[in-house]
Nanobody, 125 residues
Framework: QVQLVESGGGAVQVGGSLRLSCTAS????????VGWFRQAPGKEREFVGA????????YYADSMKGRFTISRDNAKTTVYLQMNSLELVDTAVYYC??????????????????WGQGTQVTVSS
């Protein structure tokens, strides 16, 4: 089992920045692929980005490329989502998720076995 806890959410103005953290406990976190997803009110959960277990590969949804950066510190069992140039449409609950099995699609929520409880990000004008 892996337990994931997100933190760092909050309210920010358009153009601002936030850094979310996803801290894990339980099984060896360093071997897990970690993804970030978000869900806005009335909308389906959508892929934000993911990072491989080594940290050498990162993947982003097109609308996040150039604005969001994912990194990880396995020694701290933490994955970060740095969000810059935030827009109103970025308002959502952000979730981190993890899976161990290779070969799965990194952008599909069904690929992930463990989920955090989510953290709210609210962008205002």
């Amino acid at each position: 089992q892996v337990q994931l806890v997100e933190s760092g959410g909050g309210a920010v103005q358009v153009g601002g920045s936030l850094r979310l953290s996803c801290t894990a406990s339980g099984r060896t976190f360093s071997t897990f692929t970690v993804g970030w997803f978000r869900q806005a009110p009335g909308k389906e959960r959508e892929f934000v980005g993911a990072i491989s277990w080594t940290g050498s590969n990162t993947y982003y949804a097109d609308s996040m490329k150039g604005r969001f950066t994912i990194s990880r510190d396995n020694a701290k069992t933490t994955v970060y989502l740095q969000m810059n140039s935030l827009e109103l449409v970025d308002t959502a609950v952000y979730y981190c998720a993890a899976h161990l099995i290779g070969g799965r699609r990194y952008d599909a929520s069904s690929s992930y076995d463990y989920w955090g409880q989510g953290t709210q990000v609210t962008v205002s004008s």
